[in-house]
């Protein structure tokens, strides 16, 4: 019973032609099922037939094969390899009905997978001539070699692209690869420019990246990375502080070590987000970048003054990317458009076509006011940018895709889909806004609203108040800056104005977000227009110095001024002399 059940084990089934057999003969049966594929030449015939199969919903047909002559001209010589292979009796051919010969066994039945060698061989004459199968298991071979038009071959390249979108944010997908391709930030990678002319020579130095997000640090790293795979002693790390930690890094720089001990390569690693570590941390690099072990590129929002080690920033050089203008990111887009297929609607509302698809295809267009107002909202991210015309048309695709339904009948879907500018303001509620309540822009922002108070300049100065305001910014933070202000750039010239400061505090303080706004509009724009005195600012800071810059020790207080609140102290002569100035007007 044991040796029953053993024997049945070790029966396996072919995955090809579906034959049982023991598992040792497994291996060279599948060998002889492959050959036999590859040598197996499909006929214009068969074309019809698998087409047949692929209507009823069956993979493939497993009909008796004919063996016919030979026809003239066909490129089958008389006992060549070719002709012997086809008649065969290994290779599966068929017989004539009624002689008597029997057909090929199951294994040797052609298989339907045989298509995908078969199809791949066929020269391009039969490719055009026969009909094209539809069957899941050419719709599944990515080596199926179709020919396509030209314009079902764009077609194709849009598809894919949509495709994508589905997987990837479209600010990954458009990510640069060549420095050629990198837009905007003129002044940094500009031509002749120093960062350029390094870049273009292989020779990085290691750096740090400084710029607001969007601005391209990530992009710049992406081309540095090509650019190493071209070469074959460069090597391209890319790291996060966000997932990193010490221990990454050294194993990181071991790795480094080895290859250049090994086999004379650099390593050249990308730490995105390198304020996140503190720096401690950041000292784990010193060495390293010191003997040339690793590059290091940096990338932060931070200022790198405040954020990174001191030690560190003297090794590398600090590049500063600016925001990217309008014009530049109305270019990103304009470009991530046409790689998408999609068309630029004209002011005669008849679409620019980029993609010559057919007119029964899904027809997208995008108003060209859509675009320009992805670009002033983003405030120079392109990232965001990118992100919100992707969202954009992700919106706009699921709802052609929803059927219409007018009087409980179902409409076709929308074959023309066009993008205005309200839907790009429907995914974007605001302007991207660039503030950091602990970070550099913090920081710039208040110094621009002292700065315009300061200069008589209300508008200005109620636009910088609203920028931190809109950005999150604590209300008693800037009330207790207006306090200041009043006091070092007012002072005696209105003494009033420190009362309105204070009164704005407690009104913040009692109400709160968003009804104190108007609290503080209203200090901010009476500062504004009272008039500046220094007078008392710069009479304490001259009294500070002296006390600073004293030599040798302070001199005591007079005895005439100082108190004598006992006998003793009387006695001792304090308060002698001292005259009361009221008593002597």
């Not at 396996?12 to 060998?31: A, G, R, T």
């Not at 992009?219 to 221990?247: D, G, H, I, M, P």
């Not at 027809?363 to 675009?371: D, L, N, R, T």
């Not at 931190?468 to 800056?481: F, I, K, Q, T």
Request: with cysteine; aromatic share 4%.
């Amino acid at each position: 019973m044991a040796l029953n059940s053993r024997s049945v084990e070790s029966v396996v089934q072919c995955p090809i032609c579906s034959e049982k057999m023991e598992s040792f003969e497994i291996n060279p049966h599948l060998d002889h099922c492959l050959d036999l594929g590859a040598s197996v030449k499909k006929e214009p015939g068969e074309e019809e037939e698998d087409a047949e199969c692929g209507d009823r919903g069956e993979p493939g047909c497993k009909k008796a094969r004919w063996s016919p002559a030979p026809a003239p001209g066909d490129g089958t010589q008389p006992g060549s390899g070719r002709e012997s292979a086809a008649r065969s009796p290994a290779t599966g051919n068929r017989t004539q009905p009624g002689s008597g010969a029997q057909p090929a066994s199951k294994h040797q039945a052609r298989s339907p997978v045989f298509a995908l060698f078969q199809k791949a061989q066929r020269s391009p004459s039969l490719a055009a001539s026969s009909p094209t199968r539809t069957d899941a298991f050419t719709s599944a071979a990515p080596s199926q070699s179709v020919v396509l038009s030209e314009a079902n071959q764009e077609e194709q390249k849009k598809l894919v692209s949509f495709q994508q979108l589905e997987a990837k944010p479209l600010a990954e997908i458009m990510r640069p690869g060549a420095l050629e391709e990198l837009i905007g930030q003129c002044k940094v990678l500009g031509e002749n420019t120093l960062l350029r002319t390094l870049l273009e020579s292989h020779d990085i130095p290691s750096m740090i990246l400084w710029g607001p997000p969007g601005c391209g640090k990530t992009s710049l790293a992406n081309v540095v990375a090509n650019n190493s795979k071209k070469q074959s002693n460069t090597r391209f790390v890319t790291l996060s502080a966000t997932s990193a930690n010490v221990n990454i890094i050294r194993e990181v720089i071991n790795q480094a070590q080895n290859e250049r001990k090994l086999f004379k390569r650099k390593t050249i690693l990308f730490f995105d987000e390198i304020h996140r570590f503190n720096k401690t941390q950041q000292d784990s690099f010193l060495p390293h970048v010191e003997c040339g072990t690793i590059t290091l590129i940096g990338a932060t929002t931070e200022n790198p003054s405040f954020q990174i080690n001191a030690a560190l920033l003297s090794r590398c050089r600090v590049i500063v990317l600016e925001k990217l203008s309008v014009e530049a990111v109305e270019t990103i887009l304009l470009r991530a458009l046409s790689s998408l297929g999609i068309s630029i609607l004209r002011q005669d509302k008849e679409a620019d076509s980029m993609d010559g698809s057919k007119e029964s295809e899904v027809q997208i267009s995008i108003e060209p006011e859509a675009v320009q107002s992805i670009a002033y909202l983003c405030d120079g991210d392109a990232r965001a940018a990118l992100n919100g015309l992707h969202l954009a048309i992700q919106a706009r695709i699921a709802e052609a895709k929803k059927p219409l339904s007018i009087n409980g009948q179902q409409n076709t879907p929308i074959k023309n889909i066009v993008i205005k500018e309200m839907h790009i303001k429907e995914g974007l509620q605001r302007s991207h806004l660039l503030y950091d309540r602990a970070g550099e822009e913090h920081y710039n922002c208040i110094s621009a609203l002292h700065k315009t108070m300061r200069a008589s300049d209300e508008k200005s100065a109620l636009y910088w108040l609203a920028r931190m305001l809109e950005g999150g910014e604590d209300p008693l933070y800037v009330a207790r800056r207006l306090i200041r202000f009043a006091s070092e750039d007012i002072g005696l010239a209105d003494p009033f104005a420190l009362t309105q400061a204070v009164s704005a505090y407690q009104g913040c303080h009692f109400i709160g977000m968003p009804e104190c706004e108007v609290v503080l509009a209203q200090c901010v724009t009476y500062l504004a227009r009272a008039p500046k005195s220094t007078e008392i600012c710069m009479a304490y800071g001259a009294a500070k110095e002296s006390v600073r810059n004293h030599k040798g020790p302070l001199p005591s207080v007079p005895l005439h001024l100082r108190n004598a609140s006992t006998k003793l102290m009387k006695d001792l002569g304090y308060g002698k002399g001292y005259k009361y100035p009221a008593n002597n007007v």
